[in-house]
């Protein structure tokens, strides 16, 4: 679909995903109305009506390309982002942490996109799905706009609040305690029916003795719990219940709940284990696995402390903490295209945590390549995603494969990037050429895509 590249494009939401999208498109020569609701209506969490007002802490983490965030930062600057320019100028020392004033930079970023000529700032609430557009209202979008989302991609499609347990990376499972088992091996790994079913099963196992469960019990009992703004509250369902507030309804609740060993005999044993703590693979790939029940407000510090406490884990390495907070967001996976827009229309695009992704950078990255496809679609050319080699690949690549029924946010990690061909032991050193894997793949992918969008508008 062909249109006029100065067709005024939509976007709905000022944040950081919504700012850097309008920005990438009025730099490409389309004419764009940025529509943010405060200052007209505020919201339980910001404090002003600026564009790119951090809600939250005031750090885009790590600059390291061997983390995972450092890694899509660099990802995102080869790809020009404004919101990161915006943060370099509001700087404050912070270590490897790209960490800002907040003040110096929601400022920087709301001159830089109300003083562009293509771009026109109009505040109001909008309660309609654009076309072309891009959708960036966040965790906190509005009641009129949630509805007008739920009723065209269906009512399961958006969620209001997130309970989400860890990810520990595959690795760093202790395999000589673990073991693979469905309860009553009623259920093989994903995929694999009939003949070609094993009799693995689909979880891993971590089998607890009584002394063990006890200890456990206390430490998770006696941790620190983190305390949200007000407006981050959430009701406690049972089906999203914080593993430390089941621990608190009797010693025994745990193991009558996530953690009940009936029916996953240790076949190194022949016993059932006094307790079980099980996780799930969270990627096909078998990278990432999801603690199963184990939902939770405690610090992350806790989450390290307590949770290395489970026997096959004490070298755990979390990909994903777990955390439970108010927040909406689309099953991208069951709902959205590999591009991240509406199956029935290409040119309204969803970008932001609104997407499934956590984090300030993921929020941006993905309103990065929203206004990049919103501007090819426009100009004729078709969508594209980085290969999954890259961070920013990879994690498009979780929005589109990810399990709908167990979908649920993620943040920027290193288990969501394809493996190395050859095994590198030294976990830096891995991350390190995994990395400058990425960085080149990235840069191959955009001057390709430059090249084409070149011919594109020659022809």
């Known amino acids: 679909m062909r249109m006029p590249p100065h067709a005024h494009v939509h976007i709905v939401g000022g944040g950081l995903a919504g700012s850097e999208a309008a920005f990438q498109l009025a730099e490409r020569g389309h004419d764009v109305v940025l529509h943010e609701m405060r200052g007209v209506r505020g919201t339980p969490a910001h404090k002003t009506d600026r564009l790119a007002e951090l809600v939250c802490s005031n750090t885009f983490k790590s600059t390291e390309t061997s983390n995972a965030h450092g890694l899509l930062k660099a990802e995102m600057r080869a790809l020009g982002s404004i919101i990161l320019a915006a943060a370099d100028e509001a700087r404050v020392p912070g270590g490897s942490a790209l960490t800002v004033d907040r003040d110096v930079f929601s400022s920087a970023v709301q001159e830089r996109v109300t003083a562009h000529p293509r771009i026109t700032v109009v505040r109001e609430e909008v309660a309609t799905l654009p076309s072309p557009g891009v959708i960036a209202t966040g965790p906190l979008t509005s009641d009129k706009l949630a509805t007008a989302i739920r009723e065209r991609l269906g009512i399961a499609s958006l969620a209001f609040y997130d309970a989400i347990a860890p990810i520990v990376a595959r690795e760093s499972i202790d395999d000589s305690i673990v ?11 994903p995929g694999e029916t009939g003949a070609d079913a094993t009799s693995e099963g689909a979880y891993l196992n971590c089998p607890f003795t009584r002394e063990q469960y006890e200890a456990f019990l206390d430490a998770l009992s006696a941790a620190d719990q983190h305390r949200g ?20 309804r009797g010693r025994e609740s745990l193991r009558f709940g996530p953690m009940k060993p009936v029916g996953l005999r240790d076949p190194r044993t022949g016993r059932d284990a006094y307790a079980v703590a099980q996780l799930r693979m969270e990627d096909r790939a078998g990278r990432m696995w999801n603690m199963v029940g184990f939902q939770t407000r405690l610090r992350i510090p806790e989450q390290q402390r307590v949770f290395r406490m489970i026997p096959g884990l004490e070298n755990a390495e979390f990909l994903r903490f777990g955390s439970i907070h108010r927040n909406s967001y689309v099953n991208s996976p069951a709902s959205l295209t590999s591009h991240l827009s509406l199956r029935d229309d290409p040119l ?3 970008a932001g945590q609104l997407t499934g992704v956590e984090g300030y950078t993921e929020s941006t990255a993905t309103g990065l390549l929203a206004g990049i496809n919103l501007s090819r679609m426009l100009r004729g050319d ?17 929005l589109r494969e990810a399990e709908p029924a167990h979908f649920q946010p993620m943040n920027a990690n290193f ?35 430059i090249a084409e969008e070149r011919l594109s508008r020659a022809t």
């Open 229 to 248: 703004h007000e407006f981050d509250e959430v009701p406690y369902f049972e089906g999203c219940m914080p593993v430390e507030e089941i621990a608190k």
């Open 348 to 350: 309204t695009l969803f």
């Open 415 to 449: 288990g969501l990037v394809d493996d190395l061909p050859t095994r590198v032991k030294d976990k830096r050193l891995k991350r390190e050429a995994i990395a400058e894997r990425a960085l080149a793949d990235m840069t191959r992918w955009r001057d390709e895509m």
């Open 382 to 398: 078709t969508p594209v995603v980085p290969p999954p080699t890259t961070m920013l690949g990879a994690l498009y690549r979780y």
């Open 179 to 189: 073991f693979r088992a469905s309860r009553y091996g009623k259920e093989t790994m």
